[in-house]
């Protein structure tokens, strides 16, 4: 290990990593992560469909001409929004059944089974008690979202099996339906035991309210609060933006969605009118917003500037797996799409990603909030399209500001030199990890 | 060498980023430019008088039943122009609420055409303040018993419709004959209102509610007099739409508290409108 890192960071955060790679939850977490790409990989694309091209506030539906009737496009639209969120939208579950089956299987139970059960566990917890829509489900839950909350049920799911049944035996009964039915009785016991559980959770405990609470916290923190100090203001954007990053690594929410923009902040439309009387960015009352700082210069390709990471790999990596996935997971990078990239690699979760996840976006809004302090660039004060690229919001938002634009290029450029080394530590450190799965640490399935 | 091989992704990924960028870029500056001639304000509120002897509080109870009943959130403003033209506040307005309800009250709150004419100048005052205050540029009108009158001298005297849109407007027994039965005994007013008639917004959606009690009025304003409305809008306006309400509480002044109302007033003043969220598809999953 020392031969492969020379500097002393590079080795502490490579022997953290690998301490935290013996923690039970991070092998389930990674095997759960790459199992559900496939289905984030189709969903992003589709999403792009869906939310960039076809909606009318997308990126691309504002160029295209009014379809609002037409029935083809209405088919069509509606076809995207059923697969896109049966799979963007209902990874969740995918992941409780791989959480929960891998889980079952390294304590040799009935992974089958077990996987089974933890998806129908979390349809239940997710499930809306209405008597006008039966069969309705809190889609947070089930989204990309809530993939901590799934991976975390999956693994209890799985723990409940360890617990409450006893081992698979090995041999085989000689016919089928005999086989079939030991399965299910030795499971049995605990499949009763978790749906149980998740009945008396979804009936006691409004899920999405409390799931949501820190977020409706923040979401109001961040419209209602304003200061006239800059300084306050630069820290308050920062610390939402902290948050929402945060929250996204871990596979949860925040306040700022890189695909709605706001439009509510107080400040926002102080600047707009502004800019509409004035008819120049230049001078807007407000320098620092949230648009102005994290939407434009914090989320190239999404939260956590994942494009500046793709690109990086493009530049420095010899993966070939890294170099796929970066492949696939471009053109949804580019509307602010991450699911994919953050999935595949993976970065969720992936504690060699964290620093650069966070410092390349707080790096990039320091720099931003530096030269709009200073008056080299206008703030982006005018509505964006859902989707705009992350490299052309600010240049966009601005009303074609060369200045911004020559900001937001060197704000990628330092992106990508802030997540280069981290690649390479990645790279090493999964060698490593080959190696340990090769000798037979945990079965890759 | 690997880098080698890959940079043909990172040409390709510039030459889409350009590609994207330029016609978005010119759409951006032609949006920015229809923008700049007309503010863009998510706000679309609704603009509520009261009718004769009332004053700004007469729909505190309405909008604690919409809030309560459809699960929304409304703020409620509300407004007192004095006889000295100064105005009054109580209430707010939350921040990104974009349907607030806005009610402008009088001091002077007397019946008369005399009257009428003086609050429709006071509330032009009111709405010229609003429209600075919140930037919006468009909305929805409400107007009980008298104050449907003064909404539609108002659109008639001061309303500019080159600048705002007014979406919808909703009244409730608005007596565009006054106490006439017989519309074709035409009071003064009504004949001023059919004179002026031409300046009245074209695009305008029009909904007279009448409440009748024995088919001929509702305990104070006759049917006809109601009904006279159809000779100032009829093909003028966008659509004109009258509709009787009969029942218990359809008399003058229980009206609006009405359940029948208070799904139409739901319907044509909130949930029906081109600023409204509800018709986009849900945002989530983000």
Same mark, same amino acid.
């Given at each position: 290990m020392n031969?492969?890192?020379?500097?002393?960071?590079?080795?502490?955060?490579?022997?953290?990593? $690998?301490? $935290?790679?013996?923690?039970?939850?991070?092998?389930?977490?990674?095997?759960?992560?790459?199992?559900?790409?496939?289905?984030?990989?189709?969903?992003?694309? $589709?999403?792009?469909?869906?939310?960039?091209?076809?909606?009318?506030?997308?990126?691309?539906?504002?160029?295209?001409?009014?379809?609002?009737?037409?029935?083809?496009?209405?088919?069509?639209?509606?076809?995207?929004?059923? $697969?896109s969120n049966l799979t963007l939208g209902f990874v969740s579950v995918l992941a409780a059944f791989g959480a929960a089956k891998y889980t079952a299987k390294h304590f040799k139970r009935d992974d089958q089974l077990a996987g089974l059960t933890s998806m129908v566990a979390l349809l239940i917890i997710s499930y809306i008690y209405s008597k006008a829509q039966p069969l309705s489900f809190h889609n947070n839950l089930l989204s990309i979202r809530g993939t901590l909350f799934a991976i975390l049920l999956g693994m209890f799911v799985g723990w409940i099996f360890k617990q409450t049944s006893p081992e698979i035996p090995h041999k085989h009964l000689p016919n089928f339906t005999s086989n079939i039915l030991q399965r299910t009785f030795i499971s049995l016991r605990s499949i009763l035991i978790v749906i149980l559980i998740a009945a008396l959770f979804s009936a006691l405990v409004n899920v999405a309210y409390y799931s949501h609470l820190p977020d409706e916290f923040m979401d109001s923190l961040a419209t209602n609060y304003q200061s006239n100090n800059s300084g306050i203001e630069f820290l308050k954007i920062s610390g939402i933006a902290l948050y929402t990053i945060i929250m996204s690594f871990l596979g949860w929410s925040g306040p700022y969605s890189p695909l709605d923009i706001e439009k509510s902040d107080p400040n926002i439309l102080d600047n707009l009118y502004y800019a509409l009387n004035h008819h120049t960015a230049w001078g807007a009352p407000h320098d620092l917003t949230s648009n102005s700082l994290y939407h434009a210069f914090a989320t190239f390709g999404g939260a956590g500037s994942t494009l500046a990471l793709i690109i990086a790999i493009f530049l420095v990596s010899r993966d070939p797996d890294f170099q796929t996935v970066a492949k696939w997971t471009m053109i949804p990078s580019v509307f602010n799409i991450n699911s994919g990239i953050m999935t595949g690699i993976p970065v969720m979760f992936n504690i060699v990603f964290l620093i650069p996840f966070i410092m390349a976006p707080l790096i990039s809004m320091l720099i931003a909030a530096t030269a709009l302090s200073l008056h080299l660039m206008p703030p982006c004060v005018y509505p964006i399209p859902s989707g705009t690229p992350g490299p052309l919001i600010a240049f966009i938002g601005t009303n074609g500001s060369w200045q911004a634009l020559i900001f937001t290029l060197i704000d990628i450029v330092v992106s990508v030199y802030i997540y280069i080394p981290f690649v390479k530590i990645a790279e090493k450190l999964k060698k490593i990890d080959n190696l340990a799965i090769?000798?037979?640490?945990?079965?890759?399935? | 060498m690997a880098n080698k091989r890959n940079f043909k992704y990172l040409v390709f990924l510039a030459l889409f980023l350009v590609l994207l960028g330029i016609p978005s870029y010119l759409w951006n500056k032609n949006s920015v430019k229809t923008m700049a001639g007309r503010y863009n304000s998510p706000m679309s509120p609704i603009i509520m008088i009261p009718g004769s002897s009332a004053s700004a509080n007469r729909f505190d109870d309405l909008v604690k039943t919409i809030n309560s009943k459809y699960g929304e959130h409304h703020s409620l403003l509300k407004l007192t122009v004095h006889t000295n033209d100064k105005i009054t506040y109580s209430g707010t307005i939350k921040?990104?609420?974009?349907?607030?309800?806005?009610?402008?009250?009088?001091?002077?709150?007397?019946?008369?055409?005399?009257?009428?004419?003086?609050?429709?100048?006071?509330?032009?005052?009111?709405?010229?303040?609003?429209?600075?205050?919140?930037?919006?540029?468009?909305?929805?009108?409400?107007?009980?018993?008298?104050?449907?009158?003064?909404?539609?001298?108002?659109?008639?005297?001061?309303?500019?419709?080159?600048?705002?849109?007014?979406?919808?407007?909703?009244?409730?027994?608005?007596?565009?004959?006054?106490?006439?039965?017989?519309?074709?005994?035409?009071?003064?007013?009504?004949?001023?209102?059919?004179?002026?008639?031409?300046?009245?917004?074209?695009?305008?959606?029009?909904?007279?509610?009448?409440?009748?009690?024995?088919?001929?009025?509702?305990?104070?304003?006759?049917?006809?007099?109601?009904?006279?409305?159809k000779y100032i809008f009829e093909g003028i306006i966008k659509h004109y739409t009258l509709i009787t309400?009969?029942?218990?509480?359809?008399?003058?002044?229980?009206?609006?508290?009405?359940?029948?109302?208070?799904?139409?007033?739901?319907?044509?003043?909130?949930?029906?409108?081109?600023?409204?969220?509800?018709?986009?598809p849900s945002k989530n999953p983000r």
């Open positions: 031969k492969l890192f020379t500097n002393k960071f590079e080795r502490s955060l490579a022997k953290i990593t $690998l301490k $935290l790679q013996q923690l039970l939850f991070y092998k389930i977490a990674q095997k759960t992560l790459f199992m559900i790409f496939p289905f984030v990989l189709i969903g992003s694309f $589709l999403k792009i469909i869906q939310a960039v091209i076809l909606s009318k506030e997308g990126f691309i539906g504002t160029l295209l001409p009014d379809f609002e009737d037409n029935w083809l496009v209405n088919s069509i639209i509606g076809v995207t929004n059923n $697969l090769e000798e037979g640490d945990i079965d890759g399935q | 921040a990104g609420d974009t349907r607030p309800f806005i009610v402008v009250g009088f001091q002077n709150n007397n019946d008369g055409y005399d009257n009428i004419k003086k609050q429709a100048r006071w509330f032009s005052i009111a709405f010229d303040q609003l429209k600075q205050r919140y930037r919006f540029n468009n909305f929805n009108a409400f107007g009980h018993s008298n104050g449907g009158l003064i909404w539609t001298y108002y659109l008639e005297h001061y309303f500019d419709s080159n600048t705002f849109d007014v979406n919808q407007m909703l009244t409730v027994g608005s007596p565009y004959n006054f106490e006439e039965k017989n519309s074709n005994n035409r009071t003064q007013m009504l004949n001023d209102f059919i004179k002026h008639r031409d300046k009245l917004p074209a695009d305008l959606a029009y909904y007279s509610i009448a409440g009748t009690k024995l088919y001929t009025d509702d305990g104070i304003v006759p049917l006809g007099s109601v009904d006279s409305g309400l009969t029942g218990d509480k359809a008399q003058h002044s229980d009206m609006i508290a009405n359940s029948q109302f208070i799904i139409l007033f739901h319907q044509y003043m909130i949930g029906n409108n081109k600023n409204n969220p509800a018709q986009t």
